[in-house]
């Protein structure tokens, strides 16, 4: 069945923070916070068009939901549960902080039905938190990942890559780390800086350099593939930029690509080709069956992959091979060796 999010954001309320990459408004598209009465009627809109039978969850996303005050979580949630009830409304879920999670909030979340929340995680060293003014002792995302699986409840977790202080070395560490926490999804975005932002003061100030698209791809790929061959389900790479965001001077600098999961996913496909053409040497040619839907991935953004592979390159359609399963000069692949050569 089809899974929907019904988007509530919560712009910045109860956030006690000021990370150097927040900019709460141009992220959300919005400027000012919503009252749990408006949730009912954006609910209620969802539902008119989203199709009957389908998975629906109420996403508040956006802000710090925990980080409110626990009244006013729960007259957030109270607008959802008759939703739930009904069986309108499948359930809830939210992101928050890693140290705006204890025992008390999760009962709460619980019993109104919450069944996912994403931790803003950002990175698991420390040195790359305390530059990002996150505030928080990496032992904070363990303590709230294990908190939260008590109440059967599934974790995602969202990574920021190349943050103030890092490295592509300890991004891929953080990643390592995140595979231990054995959270059920993740989000991986590279870190852009946005205008108005601590960031871009120290952008400006040459502290903090961001990756190139190149620096982001590459570590990029290794991060998604490792998650992914961990079972770890990828559910958004690189940030949807909203209306706002598009404005001009918004994005001060970073890497910032509007399909940036299509890249990652074309330049696995490259080093995946390109490292058999290497052990073929003999060869001259390769050709590639797939299944319809990977082919565009195969072939690369505006078939970046063909141009760098050559005229010996060929691809075509095999509508029995699976979406797992590429056929290369006769062999057949799964999507786990492909995601393993990445990581080698
Ligand atoms: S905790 Fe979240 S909402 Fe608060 S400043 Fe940091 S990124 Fe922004």
Known sequence: M???NIPIFINHVGCPNSCVFCSQEKINGMETDIKP???KNIIEEYLEYLPKKSTIEVAFFGGT???????LQREYLEVVKPFIDKGLVHG?????????????????????????????????????????ERNYPVEAVEKAVALIKRFDIDVGIQLMLGLPGTTEELDFETAKRTVE???????????????????????????????????????????????ELNDIKVIRVGLQPS??????????AGPFH???RELIEGEIYLDFIQSLILLEN???????????????????????????LGDKFFVKIDKNLNLNEILINGKKYGRKDILKRILV
């Open 243 to 252: 209306e706002d965001l598009r404005e001009e001077g918004v994005i001060v």
């Open 92 to 132: 809830i879920r939210l992101s928050t902080r890693p140290d705006c999670i204890d025992n008390k909030i999760l009962e709460q979340l619980k019993k109104f039905g919450v069944t996912a929340i994403e931790l803003g995680v950002q990175s698991l060293n420390q040195k790359v938190l305390d530059l990002t």
């Open 282 to 308: 003999n060869k001259n040619f390769i050709e590639v069956y797939s299944n319809e839907k990977n082919i565009s991935k195969i072939i690369g953004i505006n078939g970046v992959n063909k141009k760098k």
């Open 37 to 39: 009465i408006e949730v």
């Open 2 to 4: 089809k899974h929907y």
């Open 181 to 227: 926490l054995k959270p059920t999804m993740a989000r991986i975005y590279p870190t852009l800086v946005l205008s108005g932002t601590k960031m871009e003061k120290m952008y400006n100030e040459g502290i903090y350099t961001p990756y190139s698209l190149e620096e982001a791809v590459k570590v990029g790929k290794k991060v998604y593939s490792l998650l």
């Open 65 to 71: 939901f925990t980080g409110i005050s626990f009244g």
């Open 258 to 260: 509007s399909a940036f």
